[in-house]
C-alpha cells in the first residue's frame, strides 16, 4: 500500500510545476500584503523601527503586484514563476524588520512563499526559500553593522523552522493527494469489479437458463422415446437414467430404478460371464463380482469407443428379450468419462421371424431341388428318346417347361446360396481363374437373349487375357448376373459394354494403369448399360435381398432381387469391391474390383 501511495503521490505532485495559467493568491503577494498591513498598524500605535523598510516592502509589492497580472509569464523560462513568491518573501521580511520587535509574532508570514516555491520547484525551492529567508531576516542587521549572535541564530532557526514546516505540510499534502489518488483508483476499480460482476451474473443467469432449458429438451426427447429404452449409468453401472421405453420395455417403473438397480441386473448373466452357484468365493465378494460382469458388459465399447449388437433383457416378470444394445461412454463438460448410455431396441420378434425365414427358405430350397431336378431328367428322356419321337408341338411344348423348370431350378439355387452366405456358410473353391473367359462365356450366355431384345453387346478384355486366384463357378455366377441384368434392364436399342483392365489401387480406392506407391495390383470389370438407370434415393438398397427397384417394378422387369445381393457376396468374399454408378433414364454401370496380387 506505501508503494502504491509513493507511486500515486508521484503522479500527483510534479517535482517541477509549468508555467501556471492563474495564480490569483501569488499575484496578490498575499503575504507581503499583510506585513505590509502589520507595519502601518504598527506605524499608527508607535513610530516604526525603520520607516525606509516598511517604505521598500510597499514599493516592492506595489511594483510586483501589477507585474503578477501583467507579465508573460508563459513565454518566459520556467524558472520565472519563482521571482513571484521571492518578491513576495522580500516585502514580507522589509515589513516586518521595518515594524520592529513588536511584528515578531507575525514571522510566520515568511511560510507562505515559503511553500510555493516549494510547489514550484520541490526540495530545491523549499532550500532556495529557507536561504531568502535566512537573508531576508538578516538583512537589517547586516545594513545597520549590528549584526549580532543571537540575531543570526534567530534567523536560521526561524528560517529552518518553517522550511521543516513547509516539507512536513509538503509532504502529508503529497501522501494526502497520493491516498486520495489510491482512494479514487480503488473506487475506480471498485466499480470495475462491480460492473464485471453484473455482467458475469447477468452470463452466468443467461448459461444457467440455456444449461436449464438444454438439459429440458433432453429429458423430453429422452421421455418422447417410447420404442428404444434408453439407460444411463455411471461409471459403476448404477443406474441413472430410465426411459418409457425402459418402463415399457423391462417393465419397471422409474422409481424403482434409478440410483437402486444396477445395468447387469436385468441381463442374461450367461452373456458376462461364467454362471458362478452360491459359493465361498461369491458370497465374500459379490461387489467384485457384479464389478466383472459389468467389466464384460462394456469392455468391446471401452476398446472401440462404442458396440452395437445383441444381448438378452430380463423382464420383471421373467420374459427373455433380444435387444440390440448401441453402448456408448458418456462424458462430462471437461471431457472425462461420467458413465455409460444403453440405447436398446427391442429384436425379438424380428430375430424370430428371420430365423423362420431362414428355416423356410431352407426347407422350401431343399424341397423344391429335388422335384425339380427328376422333372429335368424326366423331360430330358422323354425329348431325346428315338423310339417315341416328339412331334413339332410336343417338343415345343416340353421346351417351355424345360425352360421354367431350369428357371426355378436357378431360383432354388440363388435362395440356397443367399442362406449360405447369411449362415456364414459360404466358401471358395480357390484357382487360377482367366477373368478374360469369365466375360466372354458370360457374353455368349446372354447374347440369344440380347438378340431377341434388340440390344447389342460389346466386349473388351485384354489380349493376353487377366488371371488372378479366385472361384471360377462364383465368378462367372457373379459376371453372369451383372450382364444378364444389364440386358435385362435395356429396353431394344439399347446397348451393354463389358470392360476389363488391370490397374492399381491406392489407399483411396482409385484404380490409375500406373503403380503409385504403395498401391496393390487389381482387376477391374465394368459392366454399363444405357438402360433405365436406378433412382439414386434407391442405390443405397440394390444389395439387399429381395429388393427391387421402383423402375424394375414399373416396367414389369421379371425378377425377385437376388442377382445383385448374390454378386457382393461372392466380391465381397474375394476381398473385392462392388460399386454402382446410376441416374434414372440415362444406364447403369456395376463396376466389380478384385485383387490381382
Known sequence: MTAVLD?????????????????????????????????????????????????????????????????????WPGCAPALLPLAD????????????????????????????LGSLAGRRGVTAGGAATIVVLLLPSVLRSSLTTAELVRGIGTALVICSVVLTVGELTRRLRGQVAVARELEAQHLDLVSRGQTTAEELEVATRMMR????????????????SIIGTDRDG?????????????????????????????????????????????????????????????????????????????TADGRRLTVAVAITPRTDDEGEQAGWNFVG??????????????????????ELRTPLSS??????????????????????????????????????????????VDA????????????????????????VTADARGVSVTVEVPDGGLVIRGDALRLGQACDNLVSNAVKFTPGGGQVTLRLRAGWQDDTGTVTESPPPGARPVAQLSVSDTGMGIPSGEQGKLFTSFFRASTARRNAVPGVGL???????????????????????????????????
Open 424 to 447: 456364414g456358410r459360404f466358401t471358395l473353391q480357390p484357382a487360377e481363374v482367366d477373368l478374360a473367359g469369365v466375360v466372354r462365356a458370360a457374353e455368349d450366355t446372354a447374347r
Open 375 to 420: 422333372i429335368l431328367g424326366y423331360l430330358e428322356l422323354v425329348m431325346d428318346d428315338e423310339d417315341q419321337p416328339l412331334t413339332a408341338d410336343q417338343r415345343q411344348y416340353l421346351g417351355t417347361v424345360e425352360r421354367n423348370a431350369q428357371r426355378l431350378l436357378r431360383l432354388v439355387g440363388d435362395l440356397l446360396f443367399t442362406a449360405q
Open 563 to 597: 442377382g445383385l445381393t448374390i454378386t457382393k457376396a461372392i466380391t465381397t468374399a474375394h476381398g473385392g469391391s462392388l460399386d454402382v454408378v446410376s441416374a434414372e433414364g440415362a444406364g447403369t454401370t456395376f463396376t466389380m474390383t478384385l485383387p490381382a496380387g
Open 7 to 75: 507511486r500515486a503521490a508521484q503522479q500527483t505532485v510534479p517535482r517541477r510545476s509549468a508555467t501556471p495559467r492563474s495564480w490569483p493568491l501569488d499575484r496578490l503577494l498575499p503575504a507581503g500584503l499583510c506585513a505590509v498591513v502589520v507595519a502601518l498598524v504598527s506605524w499608527t500605535v508607535g513610530a516604526p523601527a525603520s520607516p525606509g523598510l516598511v517604505l521598500a516592502a510597499t514599493a516592492v509589492i506595489a511594483v510586483a503586484g501589477p507585474m503578477a497580472w501583467l507579465a508573460p509569464w508563459r513565454r
Open 89 to 116: 518573501l522580500t516585502a514580507v521580511g522589509l515589513a516586518l524588520a521595518g515594524a520592529g520587535p513588536w511584528a515578531d509574532p507575525f514571522t510566520v508570514l515568511l511560510a507562505g512563499p515559503v511553500s510555493v
Open 238 to 314: 448404477l443406474i441413472r437414467v430410465w426411459n418409457p421405453g425402459a418402463e415399457r420395455m423391462l417393465g419397471l417403473p422409474r422409481a424403482d430404478v434409478v440410483r437402486t438397480r444396477t445395468i447387469t441386473d436385468f441381463h442374461a448373466p450367461e452373456e458376462l460371464g461364467p454362471d458362478e452357484g452360491p459359493g465361498e468365493d461369491v458370497d465374500r465378494d459379490p461387489a467384485g463380482r457384479a464389478a466383472a460382469r459389468f467389466a464384460a458388459l462394456v469392455q468391446v465399447a471401452q476398446e472401440q469407443g462404442s458396440d452395437v449388437r445383441d444381448w438378452t433383457y430380463l
Open 345 to 366: 431396441t427391442d429384436m425379438t420378434e424380428a430375430r424370430a421371424a428371420e430365423r423362420l425365414k431362414d428355416q423356410f427358405v431352407s426347407l422350401i430350397s431343399h
Open 213 to 228: 432449458a438444454r438439459a429440458q429438451t433432453m429429458t423430453s426427447v429422452i421421455d418422447a422415446v417410447t420404442e428404444q
